[in-house]
């Protein structure tokens, strides 16, 4: 008797150690942005336990605005958004940090609401459903900082920025050839965007430059009119 209430007591620690191998930090209830931008939800996965553990993790619900879309990127390597799914290998003791969900808040503000579920697959019964709610907002209308009779150009936005940034412009001569040309502090180019007159808006991709200070020239019909600071965080 007294041998099999030991065994009880024994397999009733193993059971609280292994459902306390795995902890998830880092969440937020709200993650806010604008339009436009891309929202990021770091997340934090800890391994209590002496074993290595693999964490699967995945979307299991939600809504999601029409234009938006939600993705997992592990070291700064996105994975495409078809993939709802990820699995996260853990050694004991081991905390993985660099895990990201991003959000394209895409054109439209409102609410998104999206659920995801980690399962320790050594452990299936140690299983954790979180929500994470972004909310979405209008951009404040940027100020004007060129204008001529030939085109109209609004500042970059958002600025710092981290994978885009935009650049809203109104052309006013068909005819006229405009673009804007990203570079570093040393002059080296960095990425060219044309303005085409039946467009409104520049999509400058930040998600491949280091961090630090860049600068974007307006160049019409082939002459620099001005010049703009760029600040790439990360």
């Not at 990201?100 to 409102?110: R, S, T």
């Not at 804007?180 to 040393?186: E, G, Q, R, Y």
């Not at 520049?202 to 019409?220: M, R, S, V």
């Amino acid at each position: 008797m007294k041998g099999t209430l030991f065994l009880i007591w024994l397999c009733a620690i193993s059971f609280e150690l292994t459902a306390q191998a795995l902890e998830i930090t880092g969440i937020q209830d709200t993650y806010k942005g604008t339009v436009g931008d891309v929202v990021r939800a770091p997340l934090r996965f800890t391994n209590h336990s002496d074993r290595p553990i693999t964490v699967h993790l995945r979307q299991s619900g939600g809504q999601i605005g029409t234009s938006q879309r939600s993705y997992f990127c592990r070291g700064g390597d996105c994975f495409d958004g078809a993939v709802g799914d990820i699995l996260i290998k853990l050694d004991p003791g081991q905390s993985v940090n660099d895990l990201e969900i991003l959000l394209e808040a895409g054109l439209v503000p409102g609410l998104s609401t999206v659920r995801y579920t980690a399962v320790n697959r050594a452990n299936p019964s140690e299983h954790f459903e979180f929500d994470l709610n972004f909310v979405i907002e209008e951009r404040r209308r940027q100020s004007s900082i060129y204008n001529s009779r030939y085109i109209t150009v609004q500042d970059v936005y958002p600025n710092p920025a981290s994978d885009y940034a935009y650049v809203d412009y109104r052309l006013l001569e068909d005819q006229v050839s405009a673009r804007i040309v990203v570079h570093s502090v040393l002059g080296n180019i960095m990425g060219e965007y044309e303005l085409p007159s039946f467009e409104s808006q520049a999509k400058i991709l930040t998600g491949n430059l280091n961090a630090g200070i860049y600068f974007y020239t307006l160049y019409i019909d082939g002459e620099a009119v001005m010049t703009r600071k760029l600040i790439v965080k990360r």
